[in-house]
């Protein structure tokens, strides 16, 4: 870049500091786009928590159920599979029903 580009755009600088009203453009500007990419964070970071958060409880559903699938597979009463998953025994049946596992 040129000396007399650098000068240039040194005069423009100073033009524009001597200028309140396009300094507070400016500052008003940068300050919109802050608070946006600071709103965009936030916004990430809660979506990221929340999945997370409906990952796990999924995850611990999943867990419950296989559990659940297991002990009726080793002849265990609904009554007590239910009981011990927490769930009601009406779930539970329909789990059985739905593979084929005849338990009482």
Do not use: C
Not at 54 to 71: P, V
């Amino acid at each position: 870049m040129s000396e007399a580009a650098i000068n240039t755009a040194w005069d423009k600088i100073e033009a524009f500091m001597r200028d309140a009203g396009q300094r507070r453009k400016y500052e008003q500007r940068e300050k919109f786009e802050h608070d946006y990419v600071s709103d965009m964070e936030g916004s990430w970071k809660e979506g990221r928590e929340a999945g997370v958060k409906q990952g796990r409880r999924e995850g611990r559903q999943l867990g419950i159920a296989h559990i659940a699938m297991n002990m009726l597979r080793a002849g265990t009463p609904i009554a007590i599979v239910a009981q011990m998953a927490e769930l009601p025994e009406a779930v539970i049946q329909k789990m059985a029903e739905e593979h084929g596992i005849q338990v009482t």
